[in-house]
């Protein structure tokens, strides 16, 4: 749409408002107490609790509760704080809106494609001052824009309750999941002391006849091309598919041994992971490269008559990772290990040959479907975003909301906001540090992240 709707000015993202960049705080000038400083992780919910400066502030650092933020460094966002008082820190604006605050939000949330398309720099990209400030934007009357935030906001609000709907639908097919395999494959949850007829219990050296490990690689960053050897990742075997893709080139004088290659049907393990993937099994579809177990994976070689679709399934049981999880070593906060002494130790229920299969097969059907039905909902999680971004569209495009001839046309306002601007006291120069009169910081810090980003629906 080109043509601007009645009312409607066509102006810069610059003449919106005051853009007040944050402070840049030292990490020597961190303390343990005083002024919460907002960075971009506490925006973002990334991780991490505040940091605190007790020095003195300007007032232009500090931001109250309901304050407009956007982030314009590393990560590009529009925000309403939702927290304690605080200082804010540098690569983030506080804005001083001319127009309707939650309008001006939420067309900057609409421009973030725009603005990320001119971002500059390799590490921490950013988006310029003078592009930022020369943004064109479509601006409405002021009454206009407060009928396009309560619109925006009532339609905003039921596709978010649609997908917070969906979300707990996808969590609740997770538990089906892994109660379905417990109850299968284990004969209930938590597993009865009695087991089902003609089952047992054993270990899982009871229906392994071998175990193949890998050996270390010094090898390429890169994945193997078609001509070379391959080494498998972790994160290979980690996701329930085996992905041949996910490996690292052996540099072409390492010599081979063939006893390591992997096959088609082979079972895997990852015998090295983080906490909830270590010991994940997959078994190999299909594969028409040159792949090699490395350190980290073992293969599994089934006894006679243990069918491999089965073990598949039962390794991947809640039942048995709890055990393997437990059994692993390491630090919680960095790879865990599983040795092939306490994998096969792990107590697995034993069916008979014959029903191994049937159970094996009936489940994968019946999870097979629980996977279609996770699609599908993802399908509508789309269609919720997209419907979304078109509601953004038909709003900025002044769709949404019919306009009124009987409000001041939006040139008018901005005529004001040009002669107030106008008539504003000269900007002062900022003195040193050292010299200028601040306020104290507040003499207590905020414990934990006991504070919620306003949940606004986009």
Avoid at 154 to 172: N, P, T
Avoid at 334 to 345: E, F, G, H, T, V
Wanted: hydrophobic share 40%; aromatic share 6%; with cysteine.
């Amino acid at each position: 749409m080109t043509d601007l709707p009645d009312g409607w000015a066509m102006t810069t993202l610059g003449q919106l408002g005051k853009y007040l960049n944050g402070r840049g705080f030292k990490k020597s000038e961190w303390s343990d107490s005083g002024w919460p400083i907002i960075r971009i992780q506490n925006l973002t919910r990334a991780g991490g609790g505040f940091n605190y400066y007790s020095g003195p502030i300007e007032d232009r650092y500090k931001v109250a509760n309901g304050d407009f933020l956007i982030s314009w460094a590393a990560t590009l966002g529009a925000f309403i704080w939702r927290g304690p008082e605080a200082v804010l820190n540098q690569h983030i604006f506080k804005v001083e809106s001319y127009i309707e605050k939650k309008f001006h939000y939420y067309l900057v949330q609409h421009l973030l494609d725009d603005l990320m398309r001119s971002t500059h720099g390799s590490g921490m990209v950013h988006v310029t001052r003078q592009r930022f400030d020369g943004q064109p934007v479509r601006l409405p009357p002021l009454p206009e824009q407060r009928r396009i935030v309560a619109a925006l906001e009532e339609h905003l609000a039921r596709i978010m309750s649609s997908q917070q709907g969906v979300r707990r639908s996808v969590k609740r097919l997770d538990v089906l999941q892994r109660s379905l395999r417990q109850v299968v494959l284990c004969g209930g949850n938590p597993p009865p002391e009695r087991l089902p007829h003609g089952w047992r219990w054993g270990k899982l050296r009871d229906v392994i006849d071998g175990v193949d490990a890998g050996r270390s690689f010094a090898c390429h960053p890169r994945p193997a091309r078609a001509d070379e050897w391959g080494v498998v990742k972790v994160s290979a075997m980690t996701w329930g598919t085996f992905r041949p893709h996910e490996n690292k080139a052996v540099p072409v004088d390492c010599p081979i041994n063939e006893a390591h290659r992997i096959g088609s049907g082979d079972l895997l393990i990852s015998r090295a992971n983080t906490e909830a993937y270590v010991g994940a099994p997959v078994i190999v579809r299909d594969i028409q490269s040159n792949l090699l177990l490395s350190d980290k994976s073992l293969r599994l070689r089934m006894t006679a008559g243990i069918d491999k679709e089965w073990l598949l399934q039962i390794l991947s049981s809640p039942f048995v990772r709890r055990q393997v999880s437990k059994r692993a070593t390491g630090t919680k906060d960095s790879m865990r290990n599983i040795s092939q002494k306490a994998l096969l130790d792990v107590d697995i229920p034993i069916p008979p040959p014959g029903q191994q299969t049937v159970i094996a097969s009936w489940l994968s059907e019946q999870l097979e479907g629980l996977k279609r039905m996770e699609a599908e909902l993802g399908a509508v999680l789309i269609q919720g975003d997209l419907l979304r971004a078109g509601l953004f569209q038909a709003a900025f495009d002044g769709q949404l909301v019919p306009q009124d001839p009987n409000d001041e046309q939006a040139s008018e306002l901005l005529a004001r906001i040009r002669a107030e601007r106008a008539a504003a006291p000269p900007k002062q120069k900022t003195p040193s540090r050292r010299t200028r009169k601040e306020l104290a910081a507040p003499p207590t810090r905020v414990t934990g992240d006991d504070y919620q980003q306003e949940a606004l629906p986009l």
